[in-house]
């Protein structure tokens, strides 16, 4: 099955919009060369604006990190998929600080992936386990119950992208090994193979998060069942970004 290799950024609370014109800016030459491998990028809301601008005519893709379950409304501060889906071809959903310090559960993400599915938002839905979890033998039974839940009762997921992101492993310099990841990733495709079907679990794109710099990237990139990463403050260094997307072309996946 030819997946085509995902390297997602994911900015997350970081950089003024000037900031961000100023990182594509410097990024972007050089992303434009890498062809075989999809880039996308998630600056804050206020820079999709200019960010879209700027990547117009690009190869490089546009997401936002997070969207509201309902359409519009008396929802202060809130950005909805109807919003968004004139700029964003992705939005991350069910990130891992959304859910610990945001309140967000599997049933808020469930209605959120919906939303972003009908208004042809492709979602990139974050699954992790706590160190605890893992500690005590249930990362893969967590994974599981947390895909199923938030998958719910969606009839299909075509496009849909997974990102494997160990809680412990964000943001902490700690990455998980690529054989952890990968029989997470056997889990992940048995799940989606029983809920749609083996042509679903083939063509589902799976990445890894947590702590990936261009240093360890080819780990994870090499194998088999790993299409890419969903890469957090690395991806806020313009070397460090390119140096892990120009690995997701070497290896080839
Ligand atoms: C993330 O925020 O999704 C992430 C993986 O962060 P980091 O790469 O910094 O661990």
Same mark, same amino acid.
């Given at each position: 099955m030819n997946r085509k290799p995902?390297?997602? &950024?994911?900015?997350?609370?970081?950089?003024?919009? &000037?900031?961000?014109?100023?990182?594509?800016?410097?990024?972007?030459?050089?992303?434009?060369?890498?062809?075989?491998?999809?880039?996308?990028?998630?600056?804050?809301?206020?820079?999709?604006?200019p960010v879209y601008d700027l990547l117009a005519y690009s190869s490089v893709s546009l997401g936002a990190q997070n969207m509201h379950y309902e359409e519009? &409304?008396?929802?202060t501060g809130e950005i909805s998929a109807l919003m968004?889906?004139?700029?964003?071809?992705?939005?991350?959903?069910?990130?891992?600080?959304?859910?610990?310090?945001?309140?967000?559960?599997?049933?808020?993400?469930?209605?959120?992936?919906?939303?972003?599915?009908q208004a042809g938002i492709t979602p990139i839905l974050c699954l992790g386990e706590t160190l605890e979890h893992r500690q005590a033998g249930l990362a893969e039974e967590t994974i599981s119950y947390q895909l199923k839940s938030s998958l719910g009762?969606?009839?299909?997921?075509?496009?849909?992208?997974?990102?494997?992101?160990?809680?412990?492993?964000?943001?902490?310099?700690?990455?998980?090994?690529?054989?952890?990841v990968c029989q997470i990733m056997d889990?992940?495709?048995?799940?989606?193979?029983?809920?749609?079907?083996?042509?679903?679990?083939?063509?589902?794109?799976?990445?890894?998060?947590?702590?990936v710099n261009n240093i360890n990237a080819g780990e994870y990139l090499s194998r088999e069942s790993i299409d890419g990463a969903l890469v957090g403050g690395a991806s806020l260094k313009a070397d460090q970004f390119i140096g892990i997307v120009r690995q997701a072309c070497q290896t080839g996946i």
């Open positions: 995902l390297i997602a &950024g994911n900015w997350k609370m970081n950089t003024t919009t &000037g900031e961000a014109v100023s990182l594509v800016t410097q990024m972007l030459p050089e992303l434009e060369r890498i062809k075989d491998v999809e880039v996308a990028i998630f600056p804050p809301f206020v820079s999709l604006a519009k &409304g008396a929802y968004l889906k004139s700029l964003c071809k992705y939005v991350i959903i069910g990130h891992s600080e959304r859910r610990q310090l945001f309140g967000e559960n599997n049933e808020i993400i469930n209605k959120k992936l919906k939303k972003a599915l009762d969606i009839p299909g997921i075509e496009y849909t992208v997974i990102a494997y992101e160990p809680i412990w492993a964000i943001g902490s310099g700690i990455n998980a090994g690529a054989d952890e889990v992940i495709r048995k799940t989606i193979a029983e809920l749609y079907g083996k042509a679903a679990a083939n063509s589902i794109r799976l990445l890894y998060g947590g702590s």
